[in-house]
């Protein structure tokens, strides 16, 4: 399929959420993480990994005082077929490849998952591994494990109203945030830039930054420039509403005792002919001035539901 409006809308809402929170509410930590090697599954054939006991690491460089790595032991991404997974927060090379036993990284206060599972499904039967911040590891986290603290994105419900005549409409997304926090101030962290982001607008990207591998498509993300760069108002979201709420929820009180939740929504519109599509919507063209393809591609399956 495509890669529709749909996609680039919870794509671009991820992003400005993890810029919001790292950026203006400092969530993360820099840290120097032990390596651990270990057998990759055999999608990575001729491959060997070195995974932290940390799953997601921050790549947005335009994050002051972020350390977003670009590779390690003098092996930068790209040489001896090293990727840099940040989702997974582990380092990808060749067979027969050896890398120092620590990294330096930032890691975020909440990971970060978009999916298609319903809250109730969330709170009820997802199983949870904790950073090590709340559960001591010694041993690299399991590729696409969920792990807390974390913050769950989805859609709840998306219409079109017309806006004008000429076919123009207002594209309505409500998404849905569910937080899981390891105590209260961040907690209320999270509620202030949910809360603060009212009325706010922000750029619309084709995509996630990440490709197939989990690394940088093109060697670098600032999100920064990205608000600097774009001023065309076809190219925004505006946020019309958001609420967001803590709740007291027994069974997760008992099962997960280091766990708080808050829930909130956010509404989302844009403005468009919907009859014409979203070819408007490209990349903006200071990536072409470095010579860097001036699309992405939707490959790392943003909408696909976490699986245990």
């Known amino acids: 399929?495509?890669?529709?409006?749909?996609?680039?809308?919870?794509?671009?809402?991820?992003?400005?959420?993890?810029?919001?929170?790292?950026?203006?509410?400092?969530?993360?930590?820099?840290?120097?993480?032990?390596?651990?090697?270990?057998?990759?599954?055999?999608?990575?054939?001729?491959?060997?990994?070195?995974?932290?006991?940390?799953?997601?690491?921050?790549?947005?460089?335009?994050?002051?005082?972020?350390?977003?790595?670009?590779?390690?032991?003098?092996?930068?991404?790209?040489?001896?077929?090293?990727?840099?997974?940040?989702?997974?927060?582990?380092?990808?090379?060749?067979?027969?490849?050896?890398?120092?036993?620590?990294?330096?990284?930032?890691?975020?206060?909440?990971?970060?998952?978009?999916?298609?599972?319903?809250?109730?499904?969330?709170?009820?039967?997802?199983?949870?591994?904790?950073?090590?911040?709340?559960?001591?590891?010694?041993?690299?986290?399991?590729?696409?494990?969920?792990?807390?603290?974390?913050?769950?994105?989805?859609?709840?419900?998306?219409?079109?109203?017309?806006?004008?005549?000429?076919?123009?409409?207002?594209?309505?997304?409500t998404m849905q945030v569910v937080v899981f926090a390891d105590n209260m101030q961040k907690l209320l962290g999270v509620q202030r830039v949910i809360r603060d982001i009212n009325r706010q607008v922000f750029p619309i990207i084709p995509s996630t930054p990440l490709n197939e591998l989990n690394d940088l498509k093109y060697d670098y993300w600032d999100y920064r420039m990205l608000l600097d760069y774009i001023d065309d108002p076809d190219n925004f979201l505006y946020v019309n509403k958001t609420t967001f709420r803590i709740l007291d929820l027994d069974y997760i009180n008992q099962e997960h005792p280091n766990i708080i939740v808050g829930m909130g929504s956010v509404d989302l519109s844009v403005y468009r002919q919907s009859s014409i599509g979203d070819e408007g919507l490209d990349f903006p063209t200071i990536y072409q001035e470095e010579e860097i393809p001036s699309l992405y591609t939707f490959s790392d399956g943003a909408l696909a539901e976490i699986t245990e």
């Open 1 to 173: 399929m495509d890669n529709i409006l749909d996609h680039k809308v919870i794509s671009s809402f991820k992003e400005y959420l993890s810029y919001k929170l790292l950026q203006e509410r400092q969530a993360y930590t820099n840290k120097t993480l032990p390596l651990y090697q270990y057998t990759p599954n055999r999608r990575f054939l001729g491959k060997q990994t070195y995974g932290s006991p940390y799953s997601q690491w921050v790549y947005d460089s335009s994050v002051s005082g972020a350390q977003v790595p670009t590779g390690v032991s003098g092996l930068s991404r790209g040489q001896s077929g090293m990727s840099i997974d940040f989702k997974n927060g582990r380092l990808i090379v060749n067979s027969g490849v050896s890398v120092s036993a620590t990294i330096n990284v930032s890691v975020p206060d909440f990971n970060i998952y978009v999916t298609t599972t319903s809250v109730q499904k969330i709170l009820l039967e997802k199983k949870f591994l904790y950073a090590p911040d709340l559960l001591a590891a010694n041993q690299p986290i399991s590729p696409d494990a969920i792990v807390a603290p974390c913050i769950f994105i989805s859609y709840v419900n998306t219409v079109n109203d017309l806006h004008s005549l000429g076919g123009v409409d207002e594209s309505k997304f």
